[in-house]
């Protein structure tokens, strides 16, 4: 996608070698980029969540490996580098999905070519992730197509929860994906972005990345959705997610599940947009997958900029009140109508999922 005219991927490789990414961490306020020299880097930057979003998290520890078989491409550097990127952050399979690519491409071969062999697949692992995040655009413009078929008036009126764009990805998105390719279709749309706090990842990302590419949005607080649908104003939800059951139970960002129940209680459709190295066949349902905690700094403290230019961190709460941050929550199969994925539209369950990845289910 583009800022100010110019064509980006989040994550890329510089001609010196090392790895360059747009350091989400300072959005909207500033566009600066990060060169990460070292699988260290790579893991700082996921924890501290310069980079974050499923497929992008993948996308940094694969190249996180290759800055490490760079350096040393022993089978002791092998398994200390997936180690160390792998204890980043625990809720998105896609990191675990990106390692395991990376292990299975490298252990088999003789040291002397691991660190060649790491950068093509780091890079095959990011060229498939574009793929994929256009192909889940096509076929859920076709869900967004179908929606505004059924409406006499006004534009389509999507809602969204974090951000699940281009920034979360290598690019395109998920979820954002069919947005992008609904409005540059002229079909008219207009999404509603959840502010997703305690990080603010829909008021500082989506919107940024919805506002870059012309398409025509809002951001509400957390809490205006169910009152938005209940006022016929939302004619249906997408998120992205960071985990998928192999019952079709969903992780993602906190807030989620309660949007889920609102869209159920008033008939809105609320679809599930991934790729699927988010499936985690291993998990039987919600409940086994791990949810991270994150500092309570994040919802006590707030950053932003001040009318003089300057950007400063505040705190939002009388001194001494403790706070909880769990990062996500699990929206059960039953209240989704449906994932989209890179192979089409199907049924959230066991069943859906495996009507269009039979081999990958075994
Ligand atoms: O904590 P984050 O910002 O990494 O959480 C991101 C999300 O919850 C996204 O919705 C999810 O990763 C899907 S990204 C295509």
Not at 55 to 74: E, F, K, N, Q, W
Not at 79 to 88: H, N, R
Not at 126 to 136: K, S, Y
Not at 236 to 263: F, M, P, Q
Request: with cysteine.
């Amino acid at each position: 996608m583009k800022i100010a005219g110019r064509p980006y991927r989040t994550i890329w490789l510089r001609p010196d070698g090392a790895i360059e990414v747009i350091d989400q961490a300072r959005l909207p306020h500033e566009f600066v980029t990060e060169v990460l020299n070292s699988a260290a880097d790579c893991a700082r930057a996921i924890k501290t969540m310069v980079v974050r979003g499923a497929p992008l998290i993948g996308a940094t520890a694969a190249y996180g490996v290759a800055l490490a078989m760079r350096a040393d491409a022993s089978d002791a550097a092998l398994t200390a580098a997936i180690a160390m990127l792998g204890a980043t952050r625990p809720t998105a399979v896609n990191l675990h999905w990106a390692l395991r690519r990376m292990e299975r491409a490298l252990s088999r071969l003789p040291v002397s070519a691991r660190a060649d062999a790491a950068f093509v697949e780091a890079a095959a692992i990011c060229d498939e992730d574009v793929e994929v995040c256009r192909r889940i655009g096509v076929h859920g413009l076709a869900c967004l197509k179908a929606a505004a078929a059924t409406k006499s008036a006004g534009p389509l009126n999507v809602l969204t929860h974090c951000n699940a764009g281009w920034l979360a990805t290598v690019d395109w998105g998920t979820a954002l994906a069919p947005i992008y390719m609904a409005h540059d279709a002229g079909l008219g749309v207009h999404v509603w972005v959840d502010e997703t706090r305690p990080r603010n990842q829909g008021a500082s990302l989506t919107a940024y990345e919805l506002g870059a590419h012309g398409v025509p949005h809002t951001i509400i607080a957390d809490n205006a959705g169910g009152h938005l649908m209940q006022h016929g104003k939302v004619d249906l939800c997408i998120v992205g997610t960071d985990r998928v059951t192999r019952n079709g139970d969903v992780a993602n960002k906190i807030g989620t599940y309660l949007k889920a129940l609102a869209a159920k209680d008033n008939d809105v459709p609320f679809y599930v947009a991934l790729p699927s190295s988010t499936i985690d066949w291993q998990l039987a349902s919600g409940r086994d997958i791990p949810i991270e905690e994150r500092s309570a700094d994040e919802l006590l403290q707030m950053t932003g900029r001040l009318a003089n230019g300057d950007i400063a961190r505040v705190a939002i709460a009388a001194p001494g009140s403790p706070g909880a941050n769990p990062a996500f929550d699990v929206t059960p199969a039953r209240l989704i109508s449906a994932f989209i994925t890179e192979r089409g539209v199907c049924a959230a369950s066991e069943e859906g999922l495996k009507s269009l990845f039979p081999k990958e289910s075994e």
